[in-house]
């Protein structure tokens, strides 16, 4: 859970830039691998390659 809630802007070329405060409290550092994907429920999700990666290999998705 964030404890600091930010508000976020797309930017016109689409592009999302998150504070690194919001990464740290999440354990990513600078240079982490992450996969982004939408969730069923519109969530969009944010999660390690490694964790994502191996999830999908065990449950043949991401949840």
């Known amino acids: 859970m964030l404890r600091e809630p930010t508000e976020l802007e797309i930017g016109e070329d689409g592009r999302l830039e998150l504070p690194i405060g919001v990464l740290a409290e ?6 982490a691998r992450i996969v982004a994907y939408s969730a069923d429920d519109g969530r ?8 994502a990666l191996t999830e999908l290999v065990t449950t043949g998705s991401l949840t």
């Open 26 to 31: 999440a354990g990513l550092n600078p240079g």
């Open 44 to 51: 969009i999700v944010l999660r390690r390659a490694e964790d």
